[in-house]
């Protein structure tokens, strides 16, 4: 059996709750149905007690020593307080953590504290848009990446506000368990399977949906249908009714990414659940994902992923009976 996967949620007091209460959504919860063992979810803190911003009285099981002995340190939003003064003692808990090697996590403003313990220097990282000015101004060092949902550097992890702190928790369970069991715990939750940490925090109201009247939905949902087609820009623009440079300045103005960027993560996505899912041959992959070959399959996935297309069957293949069970 694989051991336990320890996340240590560091408490402060007067924390936002929504911040505080997904990673306990995504992480606390049983889900050994899923991937056994799931994790083992940790309070920590060097108070007895501590309040949340909606008043809930929150009693640590863990002092800041289970920091440093955790897989996983996960910092949620801090209030404004502790934005312009960290506690010093979570701070050198949160430092000691990482020089040791464990994974380190920050959500919404937790990248205050991240900053201030030395680890964001040199990094790229985000935080809510509305702290960008305050934070750059006040953290020159850090590579700050405005406008993005969360940014994964190394071993250190950051999120936007509120929303994208389900998207960076499960781009974790992601990275550990592999696409079919993040995405199973999304539909669990009833949010979206997969949104890149590069989209942007601040999208227009008209949200692209695959359906309806809206002509970049309907390009979409036509696409996805046919990944295994050799797309290009102008078959969905086309299908949008659009010149080609109006449809490529509209979609990118919409999602951030341009329309190549955007089928290209989704037929890595195809291949990610086809890889550990089924026994099909990368050959057959190929093919069905539109990336005709396994050389192109290869290029792309590597890109995106970071290993190849038969390191990532290796590592998430054998985990995922329980997923095509349920």
């Given at each position: 059996?694989?051991?336990?996967h320890?996340?240590a949620?560091?408490?402060t007091?007067?924390m936002?709750m929504f911040e505080?209460a997904?990673?306990?959504?995504?992480?606390?919860l049983d889900?050994?149905?899923?991937?056994?063992p799931?994790?083992?979810l940790?309070?920590?803190?060097?108070?007895?007690?501590?309040?949340?911003a909606?008043?809930?009285?929150l009693t640590?099981?863990?002092?800041?020593?289970?920091?440093?002995?955790a897989?996983?340190?996960?910092?949620?939003?801090?209030?404004?307080?502790?934005?312009?003064?960290?506690?010093?003692?979570?701070?050198?808990?949160?430092?000691r953590?990482?020089?040791?090697?464990?994974r380190?996590?920050?959500i919404?403003?937790?990248?205050y504290?991240?900053?201030e313990?030395g680890?964001?220097?040199g990094r790229?990282?985000?935080t809510?848009?509305?702290h960008?000015?305050d934070f750059t101004?006040?953290?020159p060092?850090?590579?700050?990446?405005?406008?993005?949902l969360?940014v994964?550097?190394?071993d250190?992890h950051t999120?936007?506000?509120t929303?994208?702190?389900i998207?960076?928790?499960?781009?974790?369970?992601?990275?550990?368990?592999g696409?079919?069991v993040?995405?199973?715990?999304?539909?669990?939750?009833v949010v979206?399977?997969?949104?890149d940490?590069?989209?942007?925090?601040?999208?227009?109201?008209?949200?692209?949906?695959?359906?309806?009247?809206?002509?970049?939905?309907?390009?979409l949902?036509?696409?996805?249908?046919?990944?295994?087609?050799?797309?290009?820009?102008?078959?969905?623009a086309?299908r949008?009714?659009l010149?080609?440079?109006?449809?490529?300045r509209h979609?990118?103005?919409?999602t951030?990414?341009?329309p190549l960027q955007?089928?290209?993560?989704?037929?890595?996505?195809?291949a990610?659940?086809l890889?550990?899912?089924?026994?099909?041959?990368i050959?057959?992959?190929?093919?069905?994902?539109?990336?005709g070959?396994p050389?192109?399959?290869?290029?792309?996935?590597?890109r995106?992923t970071?290993i190849?297309p038969?390191?990532y069957?290796?590592l998430?293949?054998p985990?995922?009976g329980?997923v095509?069970?349920s």
């Open positions: 059996m694989n051991r336990v320890t996340v949620l560091a408490l007091d007067g936002p505080f997904v990673p306990c959504e995504v992480f606390g889900r050994s149905d899923l991937a056994d799931w994790y083992e940790r309070f920590c803190g060097a108070q007895p007690k501590y309040r949340t909606a008043g809930l009285t640590p099981d863990g002092d800041l020593d289970t920091l440093e002995h897989d996983t340190v996960l910092v949620p939003a801090l209030n404004r307080a502790h934005q312009l003064k960290p506690p010093p003692d979570l701070v050198d808990a949160v430092r953590a990482h020089d040791r090697g464990a380190i996590v920050s919404c403003a937790g990248s504290l991240l900053a313990a680890i964001l220097e790229r990282a985000t809510h848009w509305m960008a000015v101004h006040r953290f060092g850090v590579r700050f990446t405005p406008d993005v969360y994964s550097d190394g250190v999120s936007a506000g929303g994208a702190a998207d960076l928790c499960l781009h974790l369970v992601r990275l550990d368990h696409a079919a993040a995405n199973e715990v999304a539909r669990r939750m979206p399977p997969h949104r940490g590069g989209q942007r925090q601040f999208v227009p109201p008209a949200q692209i949906g695959t359906t309806g009247d809206d002509p970049l939905g309907v390009a949902g036509w696409a996805l249908e046919r990944l295994h087609e050799p797309l290009t820009v102008a078959d969905l086309a949008a009714h010149s080609p440079r109006t449809f490529a979609f990118r103005a919409r951030g990414v341009t955007w089928l290209i993560q989704q037929r890595v996505r195809l990610q659940e890889l550990e899912t089924t026994d099909e041959p050959e057959a992959i190929a093919v069905r994902t539109g990336f070959s050389a192109g399959l290869r290029q792309h996935f590597q995106v970071t190849s038969s390191s069957r290796h998430y293949r985990r995922q329980a095509r069970a």
